[in-house]
């Protein structure tokens, strides 16, 4: 069939012949259907009305008007708190994304080396955090801000501090805490990919390498293990990207909503303010398309980067 | 070097010791607060209120988790609600979305029609970003088709999940061989019979795999965007309720947190290879 395709002349085709053709493909289409139609519905046509009121001014009563970029000004001239936002997005997703992304990669490596027991063992054990759904709500009872929190009993009890710490309201532990709990539930779906990514590299090639001078485990991993990885690296780094700004959840669930001092107000955040709350629906549109832009920008340029490795 | 047996090559034995112990020791980090929950959920009161609080647990028992549905119960919607709620989204929502996407998944990955790859193109897009950010258009979209206050406001955006599509078209790119399909073809067999008989039984770690993520996440939901009415709400939300009671329920809110962590975590366990082996086909193709 392929080859069939390949020997016919490229030509345009008539109005006729595209019918007829989609015609006998109807199978494919109709199984599409239902996939296709849910996605149009809860995907696709809720970012084109995003992206539509983002340039109007719509409270949800009155009927929207256009406004054109004054939302847009107004987010980046007269909203102190979105620059905070910005700031903080910046700082979380900066840090918790490159660095979940390493420690995907490096216990995936690392957990390759032992043997598929143990490996099972230590991918659960290393998994589980980000799959039990409110687990991260333990940091709540271990960091808890009276006396019979973990933390502070034996900070106190050392005699190190004399009155308990309010460790998520406090603005100087809030953003290191949620960092370290994002940390914590961040081998997720990339972690995975990449424990498959290691176990389908082909073996033949650390021996071709041996031969040709690779000595140790580093530079096998360099050299001829990564090279093998890309598509691995690339389905990781999006999952990955996306994991980092959709940290608004797990922050509320830490902190509550809003924050104190918005210390770790994060866009998304922003959003949930100005949509949930306020009810201002041009400008909570306004600033989800601007996450939304963030993020894709985001994941292109990660990914033109990956595309580099090895070459 | 040439005294010792060298079974794999490039390995040193200080190298493979001092790699043990990194990732025993963080492995040892990761399970540490899960640890701190079960025995948090184990203690009796007055281990509970032992300043500072230990690590262990002298006298283990159920009373927390009791407690918790005890508590549950004493709200005006049966805790037997909650289950069913999230049973019935969870279930529904992961059949629904394991068969429709492995049919499209089907038709993209083994057909090649105008839109195909378009269609592709625009899933995999959408992996780039969260719904969460489209949360409140898309609350426009359920208000006018009317599913404000009911369970598919959860179940129908589950069973477009972009990520189940991907993995699943992915996965069967990689294991089901045109020949098969052909050949079957030839044998006279319609498209459905070719997708039900040859094409799933083929790709079983995947929608494993689907059925895995999809319940997850299901089961993880709170749905408290789209769902007022409290005999619909989700058992990881009337859950979530006890956790925020504060330090009185410390004990309760430890059990909670255990509790929901059980299903997932033994889901995993038992579906773990079928997951890796369908992650394996899982990255993007340039």
Not at chain 1, 100 to 117: H, K, V
Request: glycine content about 6%.
């Amino acid at each position: 069939m392929k080859l069939k395709r390949e020997k016919e002349p490229r030509r345009r085709l008539t109005g006729k012949e595209v019918a007829a053709r989609m015609w006998s493909d109807r199978a494919g289409y109709l199984m599409c259907l239902p996939f296709v139609a849910l996605f149009i519905c809860f995907t696709v046509v809720p970012v084109a009305i995003s992206i539509f009121y983002s340039f109007t001014d719509f409270n949800m009563l009155q009927t929207p008007h256009f406004v054109w970029f004054q939302n847009y000004t107004r987010l980046f001239l007269r909203d102190d708190i979105f620059l905070i936002a910005i700031r903080n997005t910046v700082i979380l997703a900066g840090i918790t994304g490159p660095v979940g992304y390493m420690m995907c990669f490096f216990f995936a490596w690392a957990l390759n080396e032992f043997t598929p027991r143990v490996r099972a063992v230590l991918t659960l054990m290393f998994y589980a955090p980000s799959i039990s759904g409110n687990a991260y709500l333990i940091f709540t009872l271990l960091f808890s801000g009276d006396s019979f929190g973990f933390i502070n009993a034996w900070l106190i009890k050392l005699g190190l501090i004399n009155s308990p710490i309010l460790f998520f309201q406090d603005t100087k532990y809030m953003m290191p805490l949620v960092i370290v709990v994002l940390l914590w539930t961040s081998l997720g779906t990339s972690f995975l990919s990449f424990i498959a990514g290691f176990q389908g590299v082909d073996r033949t090639y650390y021996e071709a390498a041996a031969v040709d001078g690779v000595s140790n485990r580093w530079q096998e991993l360099w050299y001829v293990t990564l090279p093998q990885m890309k598509e691995s690296l690339m389905f990781s780094a999006v999952m990955s990207i996306t994991g980092a700004f959709s940290v608004g959840p797990t922050i509320n669930g830490l902190v509550g909503f809003p924050s104190t001092g918005y210390a770790v107000h994060t866009i998304m955040h922003h959003l949930e303010d100005y949509g949930g709350q306020r009810f201002e629906m041009g400008y909570a549109s306004a600033i989800a398309t601007l996450l939304f832009v963030l993020m894709i920008v985001c994941n292109k340029v990660i990914q033109k980067m990956i595309r580099k490795v090895g070459n | 070097m040439a005294r010792i047996k060298q079974t794999r090559i490039n390995r040193s034995a200080g190298g493979d010791v001092s790699l043990l112990i990194i990732v025993l020791l963080f492995a040892f980090i990761m399970v540490l607060p899960m640890y701190y929950a079960i025995v948090q959920s184990l203690k009796p009161l007055d281990e509970l209120w032992i300043f500072p609080p230990r690590f262990w647990v002298t006298h283990p028992t159920f009373k927390n988790f009791q407690d918790l549905f005890q508590n549950l119960n004493d709200s005006w919607v049966p805790f037997s609600r909650y289950i069913f709620n999230t049973l019935f989204v969870s279930i529904i929502g992961t059949f629904g979305h394991v068969i429709i996407a492995s049919m499209a998944a089907y038709a993209l990955s083994k057909k090649r029609f105008y839109g195909s790859k378009f269609i592709f193109k625009t899933v995999q897009l959408s992996l780039m970003f969260t719904t969460a950010v489209t949360s409140i258009p898309t609350f426009m979209v359920m208000r006018s088709l009317h599913l404000i206050d009911t369970y598919w406001s959860i179940i129908l955006p589950a069973f477009s999940s972009s990520l189940g599509l991907y993995l699943m078209k992915q996965h069967m790119e990689a294991m089901v061989r045109d020949a098969i399909i052909e050949a079957a073809k030839i044998d006279g067999a319609g498209e459905m019979r070719i997708f039900w008989t040859i094409v799933m039984p083929m790709v079983k770690p995947a929608w494993l795999t689907l059925i895995v993520f999809s319940f997850q996440g299901l089961w993880n939901a709170t749905g408290a965007a789209y769902i007022y009415s409290e005999q619909l709400k989700s058992l990881n939300y009337a859950v979530s309720q006890i956790v925020s009671a504060g330090i009185a329920r410390a004990g309760t809110a430890a059990a909670s947190i255990v509790f929901m962590m059980i299903l997932p975590i033994l889901v995993f366990v038992f579906s773990q290879s079928s997951i890796v082996e369908t992650m394996s086909s899982s990255g993007i193709k340039e």
